[in-house]
């Protein structure tokens, strides 16, 4: 079965740096893979998709590729502000067409 | 707002009684999803709906926990008997699935204390 492996440390930046946080899955490769991000007590929120078929995508401060043959993405968020520390997590579909989520990265940036 | 919403956002009860969540999605999804997530986890699949129907149950629904969407619109999800591992964020989603690519917009959650 798929599984999804995000880092379970916490990840520590300054304010200005670029966060990279990862995102690995073990089986097949799925035809999209999404990133949410998740504030305690808050249910998670969409952030962006990739296809299989793009190796990179961009919203505002966010970009995201995604490597078929690592069977990896990578989350990048440039110029971070501590308003962007959550929990960001992975999904890709099973194949039921239903989501699978990692256990997400807990981003931390610091002032 | 026209975002998932559900209800109660908190429960505290005790072992042994039941209890019921309720989620209303966003009005023209089709697809409705339930999740449980414990603390340091992503949420774990229950249960989805493509409208009235439920396509899919997971393993760690046991038979205590039974799920509805009797028009395809809002969901309950009953707990019986529960017990203190069921303590747990309760998450409720819903999506719209066109082709087949698929996005799902989370509400709130309900947040289970079994004391």
């Known amino acids: 079965s798929q599984k999804i492996e995000q880092n379970s440390e916490a990840l520590n930046i300054q304010e200005g740096k670029t966060a990279t946080l990862t995102c690995n899955y073990t089986?097949?490769?799925?035809?999209?893979l999404q990133w949410y991000r998740q504030d305690p007590g808050r249910g998670p929120v969409f952030l962006l998709l990739?296809?299989?078929?793009?190796k990179e995508k961009r919203k505002e401060r966010l970009k995201v590729t995604f490597d078929t043959t690592l069977k990896q993405s990578l989350f990048h968020i440039t110029a971070s502000q501590p308003a962007d520390s959550a929990t960001y997590l992975c999904?890709?579909?099973?194949?039921?067409?239903?989501?699978?989520f990692g256990a997400g990265t807990r981003l931390a940036v610091h002032p | 707002d026209t975002g998932v919403s559900q209800d109660p956002r908190h429960k505290i009860t005790k072992r042994g009684q039941n209890v019921t969540f309720r989620c209303d999605p966003i009005?023209?999804?089709?697809?409705l999803y339930w999740y449980r997530q414990t603390l340091g986890q992503g949420p774990e699949f229950l249960t989805y709906?493509?409208?009235?129907?439920?396509?899919?149950k997971s393993r760690l629904l046991s038979d205590r926990f039974s799920a509805e969407r009797p028009k395809g619109s809002f969901s309950t999800l009953e707990i019986q008997r529960t017990e203190q591992g069921d303590s747990a964020m309760y998450l409720c989603?819903?999506?719209?699935?066109?082709?087949?690519?698929?996005?799902?917009?989370f509400g709130p959650g309900t947040r289970l204390l079994v004391l």
């Open positions: 989603a819903s999506s719209l699935l066109t082709g087949v690519q698929e996005t799902q917009y």
């Open positions: 089986n097949y490769s799925p035809a999209y």
């Open positions: 990739i296809r299989e078929n793009e």
């Open positions: 999904a890709l579909e099973d194949p039921q067409n239903k989501l699978i």
């Open positions: 009005s023209e999804h089709n697809r």
């Open positions: 709906f493509q409208n009235e129907a439920q396509l899919e």
